[in-house]
């Protein structure tokens, strides 16, 4: 059996060496390429679950934004003749309001809520504003008006610390104003209703026995 020359000898074993490598380095970069489409399908499975919290988070914008455009800009309307009983209010004391007010054909589906509505005093330049409590119960359940004008008898604590110019405002909350599924809630501030407020009258003095 004839034996290699040495310099044969050195090259297959180089050859051996080397061979091994190139496969390797050629076998890596093809496994990859055979992979890439299922890795990249598992990362889009992997999305999924985003992608559908998001869409749903859109939906839920786009419901909420028809209800917000399915409700009334003006819900209920305050009429000319709204005034304080007495002709004025006293400062620190209860005051009666008589409103006349009146639902819009728009806002007829409104439902106020009960314990919401806001009472509010305004200086007359509207620099100064007050949030009041009435000093009466209101009517329960809530009294939800129709198109007709109607008398309503509210009777607050007027403040202490305002000029004599001033005004009174009511700031009712509303719900299911879009319809019976329609969860949204809504307010409206009436227009200022003008009113004086003088000052508390000092009691009189109690005679004394000498």
Known sequence: MNTPAPELHWFFKMAREHFGKLVLTAAVPAAVTLAHPHIKTLQSLAAVPQSIEHLEAEMVKVRDDIEALRRPHEIFEVGRSSRAAEGFCVA????????????????????????????????????????????????????????????????????????????????????????????????????????????????PAVPTLE
Do not use: K
């Open 92 to 203: 620190g004391q209860p005051c009666e309001m008589i409103l006349i007010l009146r639902r819009t054909p728009e806002g007829v589906l409104c439902r106020i809520v009960p314990g919401q509505t806001l009472y509010v005093f305004y200086s007359a330049d509207q620099l100064l504003r007050r949030e009041v409590s009435r000093s009466d119960q209101p009517s329960s359940p809530p009294r939800n008006l129709g198109t007709d004008w109607s008398e309503v008898h509210v009777s607050v604590l007027t403040p202490t610390d305002f000029p004599v110019s001033s005004g009174f405002a009511i700031v009712p909350l509303y719900a299911h104003c879009g319809g019976p599924e329609d969860e949204g809630e809504v307010r409206q501030e009436s227009v200022v209703i003008p009113v004086e407020i003088v000052p508390r009258r000092p009691a």
